[in-house]
């Protein structure tokens, strides 16, 4: 969010003779009623083509006063255009103001950078013009110069911090797919280790199963020796009888 000066920007209206609706919006702003010095100013704007950057000077600053900044841009800027330079500072002076309250209004920080640049610029060319007003044009030069730079600090932060998380951010997925890896890896070889075990397991039962079947060989075999020894046995047992 951009903090607001600490001091508040000089705004001046120059007081030339003009016709009588344009006194009129003179008095109307001089009882803070800018939205009718605006309204005033405009109207002889609409009927006369004469002192048009007097009274575009004074529609523009009406507007400023009013918080209407679009508008006061749109007529400072032609009151720059005045062949009176006293006009003409002041002028440049008051758009560098309008220019200054326009980025505060931005919600953009490109567009916050764009008008306060323009207000520089601006009060630059009131200081060039060497009028009255220039030493007031300073004061505010320098402490926009001062917001510009605060901000563009504050935007070189935030793109440090985006890029810190955007480091830990890869940082963190990174360690998360190595543990899925590690963690697949671990199941691989606990599968592994199962099937090796089951084939270890059935191995050894067949193993057995052959002994077993060796021994009862065996023993059909030493059984069919007694039986045959006992019958030649008995054989010779009933020869001597």
Not at 110 to 136: C, M, S
Request: without cysteine; aromatic residues 8%; glycine residues 8%.
């Amino acid at each position: 969010m951009v903090r607001t000066l600490a001091h508040a920007l000089w705004i001046s209206l120059a007081w030339l003779p003009m016709s009588a609706t344009a006194e009129d919006g003179r008095s109307f702003y001089q009882d803070n009623d800018y939205q009718a010095a605006y309204d005033s100013y405009r109207e002889q704007l609409k009927h006369s083509n004469k002192h048009r950057d007097r009274l575009d000077y004074g529609a523009g600053t009406a507007a400023y006063k009013n918080g209407d900044y679009h508008a006061a841009a749109e007529h400072l800027g032609r009151a720059i255009l005045s062949e009176d330079t006293d006009l003409q500072g002041k002028a440049y002076y008051n758009l560098g103001n309008t220019f200054y309250q326009l980025g505060k209004a931005a919600k953009e920080l490109e567009e916050i950078k764009t008008h306060w640049q323009n207000a520089i610029t601006h009060y630059q060319e009131t200081e060039q013009l060497g009028t009255d007003i220039a030493n007031r044009a300073v004061y505010n030069r320098e402490l926009v110069e001062k917001k510009l730079k605060e901000l563009e600090q504050q935007e070189q932060n935030q793109d440090q911090q985006q890029e810190q998380n955007q480091d830990q951010e890869n940082e963190d997925q990174q360690q998360q797919e190595g543990g899925e890896q590690d963690q697949q890896q671990q199941s691989g070889e606990n599968q592994e280790q199962e099937q090796e075990k089951q084939e270890g397991e059935e191995k050894q039962e067949g193993e057995d199963q052959q002994e077993g079947e060796d021994q009862q060989e065996g023993k059909d075999q030493q059984e069919g020796k007694d039986q045959q020894e006992g019958e030649d046995q008995q054989g010779a047992e009933d020869q001597q009888e």
